[in-house]
Every structure is written in C-alpha cells, then in structure tokens.
C-alpha cells in the first residue's frame, strides 16, 4: 500500500467516523483545536486506525501527534515496520523449509 493510499484510508475513517468535512482533512490540521479530537476521541481513533488496517498496534497515539500530517507519517512508519517484519518472517519461514538447507 503506498503512502497516499494510508492517508487516504486515513483520512475517510476520520471522517466517517467523526462527522468531519473531508475539505477540513489538511496536513496541517490540528487534531484538537480543528478537528475537535479530544482526549476521549483519541481512544476511538486508536480503535478505528486499528480496526481500518486489521491491525493491532498496541501502542498509544504518542502526544508529540498534534497535526493530522504528523498522524499520517506516524501511522505510514508503524505499517511500513509492521510489513517489513512480515517480509522478514516470510523470508526466514522459506529458508527454515527449504531441505536444501538442512
């Protein structure tokens, strides 16, 4: 999935989900003062991200997230982690039942 793609998914779940104007969903935007994301909404947002990308990422949204732009790249960084470590598996699985390699 590229980065446009994770934003995009973003972005419709908050919106969707938090009655937003897709036209308020800038980089910039900040999750409490313009999106009106409070504390509260932060657990349901954590809920839908997970729940958007089948995904369980056992962490909470760190509070140096203030801009809708700063929860973009810190989603894109946590799925690009979460597919790496899938690759790293695959590959380790492949070599593990290779018999060549026994």
């Known amino acids: 999935m590229t980065d446009e793609a994770i934003i995009n998914l973003i972005n419709k779940a908050l ?14 935007a900040l999750l ?34 203030k801009h809708l732009n700063d929860l973009h790249s810190y989603i894109i960084k946590l799925y690009n982690e979460e597919k790496a470590q ?8 492949q070599i593990t039942e290779d018999p060549n390699t026994q």
């Open 86 to 93: 899938r690759n790293i598996t695959k590959i380790f699985e």
């Open 15 to 28: 919106s969707e989900k938090f009655h937003l104007d897709p036209e308020t969903l800038t980089p910039d």
């Open 32 to 65: 409490r003062e313009d999106l009106g994301i409070d504390s509260l909404d932060a657990v349901d947002m954590v809920i839908l991200l997970e729940e958007t990308f089948k995904n369980s990422y056992n962490k909470e949204i760190p509070q140096e997230i």
